[in-house]
Nanobody, 121 residues
Framework: QVQLVESGGGLVQAGGSLRLSCAAS????????MNWYRQVPGKQRDLVAH???????NYADFVKGRFTISRDNAKNTMYLQMNSLKPEDTAVYYC???????????????WGQGSQVTVSS
């Protein structure tokens, strides 16, 4: 069993910063790609940022220059530093990861439960 648990969401004023964390735990042999997604009610879930196991990164155009994705492979934890936040960044943020289970030997894609980020104007 593998779990992804997000933390760090909340309410912030426009122009402010938040840092999200995503900790993976359980029967983990290896974690490959990790991602942050976000979703607002009634809309599709959008990819925000991607980080490979080798630490290469990609960002959606709407967060480039403002958000930074990182990970600590020793801790099985991923982060999203969000700066210069805008009201349109308000959404539920989800972490996502490709994990090799140490108990089954099978790769599976896991999702966290989501963390609400609200940016007030």
């Amino acid at each position: 069993q593998v779990q992804l648990v997000e933390s760090g969401g909340g309410l912030v004023q426009a122009g402010g910063s938040l840092r999200l964390s995503c900790a993976a735990s359980g029967s983990i042999a290896r974690i490959n790609a990790m991602n942050w997604y976000r979703q607002v009610p009634g809309k599709q879930r959008d990819l925000v940022a991607h980080i490979s196991s080798g630490l290469s990164t990609n960002y959606a155009d709407f967060v480039k220059g403002r958000f930074t994705i990182s990970r600590d492979n020793a801790k099985n934890t991923m982060y999203l530093q969000m700066n210069s936040l805008k009201p349109e960044d308000t959404a539920v943020y989800y972490c996502n990861a490709d994990v090799l289970s140490s108990s089954t030997g099978v790769w599976f894609n896991y999702w966290g439960q989501g963390s609400q980020v609200t940016v007030s104007s």
